[in-house]
């Protein structure tokens, strides 16, 4: 097993058989403002955070599959700590779906927009880059720079839209808001299918208008 990968939240090695093993961290990313999923930056650490992601991963994961939504995911071991997946080609992207206005949205267009604003269900897309800020990417320059063609971009936001409404929906029998949440997508034998992690660390979950915390979704989701 040989490392590929050691980002904020997870740590990623390489199997013999084109798959990855995924390590999930206890870090937490956010801003100066304290943990914000649309953070950029590691602001700490939550005991058994990494836990509740690799669990939540794990019953995300299977709800997309049992709908008929292509996945990465192949398997989860509990007790070794670790999610197997198929290796994908990755594009170097965030598919961000946004259904009420939070976080860098209202950060970013200020008086433009009021937090808490319906958004329909809107798909911003960055490059997944630290240096730059993971700026955000028009989906003609995508094209037009070469790193993703046109119709594999608009295939990948129905692709994501598609996911998170079914989440949405999910979360909403549980008596959980779904806010945003963000996606990645790659190529698995020449198809797109949605990669990486679906958990805490990429979602912004609200009850009665609180974000929950690593552990309250885990509960609210899998069980304690």
């Known amino acids: 097993m040989r490392k590929i990968a050691d980002g904020k939240t997870k740590t990623l090695y390489a199997l013999d058989d084109n798959r990855v093993v995924m390590v999930f961290k206890d870090a937490v990313t956010g801003t100066e ?8 930056q590691v602001v700490g650490e939550v005991e058994g955070k990494g836990n509740a992601a ?13 709908n008929g939504i292509p996945t990465h995911f192949v398997s989860v071991d509990l007790e070794k700590g670790i999610l197997i997946a198929r290796r994908a080609k990755w ?3 965030e598919f961000i779906v946004r259904f009420k206005a939070y976080g860098s949205f209202v950060r970013r267009y200020g008086r433009y927009v009021q937090e808490g604003a ?12 630290d240096e730059r800020g993971d700026p955000l990417i028009v989906d003609e320059a995508l094209d037009a720079i070469g790193i993703m063609p046109l119709e594999k971009v608009c295939e990948g936001k129905e692709l994501v839209k598609k996911a998170a409404r079914l989440i949405r929906d ?3 029998a549980k008596g959980l808001d779904l806010v945003d949440m963000k996606f990645e997508c790659g ?5 797109l299918v ?3 992690d679906i958990s805490t660390d990429n979602m912004r979950v609200m009850r009665d208008g609180r974000t929950l915390t690593p552990q ?6 899998v069980g304690s």
Request: no cysteine.
């Open 33 to 40: 403002r304290g943990i914000d999923p649309g953070g950029n």
């Open 54 to 66: 690799l669990r939540q991963s794990a019953y995300f994961f299977r709800l997309l599959a049992s």
């Open 91 to 93: 594009y170097g992207l």
């Open 118 to 129: 319906d958004l329909g269900t809107l798909v911003e897309i960055t490059l997944k880059d």
């Open 170 to 172: 999910d979360l909403a």
């Open 187 to 191: 190529l698995v034998d020449d198809r």
């Open 194 to 196: 949605i990669i990486d």
């Open 216 to 221: 309250e979704l885990l509960e609210a989701t």
